[in-house]
């Protein structure tokens, strides 16, 4: 796993900006997990949903985290980045989940289907002025990976509402598209439909 332009990232972290990063489970993201926090000039927490098999979830967590990336549970977020005092971080999203039924959704066309995705990504940034940045993996060749950055905004306050959050969901619908087989297809991304009285964007 190799970093094509890992300078796009750290040359915020190095100014102690915070950071949130998005992608989606595409390409080995096992290995960009175990990585990643090796790259980074700064601190890199990613965040996940508990799984309610303990067992299983502290095997996930702890792979994961065996070389400098921390794993922070959705449901701490919030009390976290309010505690960062003058620290810099990385927060990872996996923004291709579908949301649950009690988040909020920005409804929108991905891959020709009606998708409520999560806006966390987006809150986030705004509520902490965070540089926003999009991660890819592409496959090289068997077992070779390399990781791409993309800015999305550096000014989040500055932008529309929905801005982010549909740009980072075009730029994976994008890379989806020109090699579907390295997208995670199994998990049930359209399993809700869109609420009445919410709008299409």
Do not use: C
Not at 160 to 170: A, D, L
Request: hydrophobic share 35%.
């Amino acid at each position: 796993m190799k970093d094509r332009n890992i300078e796009v990232v750290n040359q915020y972290a190095k100014k102690g900006r915070q950071i949130v990063m998005v992608g989606g489970h595409y390409g080995n993201w096992e290995m960009f997990a175990i990585t990643i926090g090796e790259s980074l000039a700064n601190n890199a927490l990613a965040l996940y949903t508990p799984l309610k098999n303990e067992f299983i979830n502290e095997k996930i967590t702890k792979g994961r985290s065996k070389y400098g990336l921390g794993m922070l549970s959705i449901k701490e977020i919030k009390a976290k980045m309010e505690d960062l005092n003058n620290d810099s971080y990385t927060i990872i999203f996996g923004s291709d989940q579908s949301p649950r039924k009690t988040q909020r959704a920005y409804w929108m066309k991905f891959l020709n289907q009606e998708t409520g995705i999560q806006f966390g990504t987006e809150k986030l940034a705004k509520e902490f002025d965070a540089v926003v940045i999009f991660a890819s993996i592409h496959k090289v060749k068997r077992g070779h990976f390399e990781i791409e950055y993309e800015l999305i905004t550096e000014t989040p306050n500055e932008t529309e509402v929905g801005y982010i959050t549909k740009t980072h969901t075009q730029k994976l619908e994008k890379i989806i598209q020109q090699q579907p087989q390295h997208w995670l297809w199994s998990h049930k991304r359209w399993k809700h439909q869109r609420p009445e009285g919410e709008i299409l964007n």
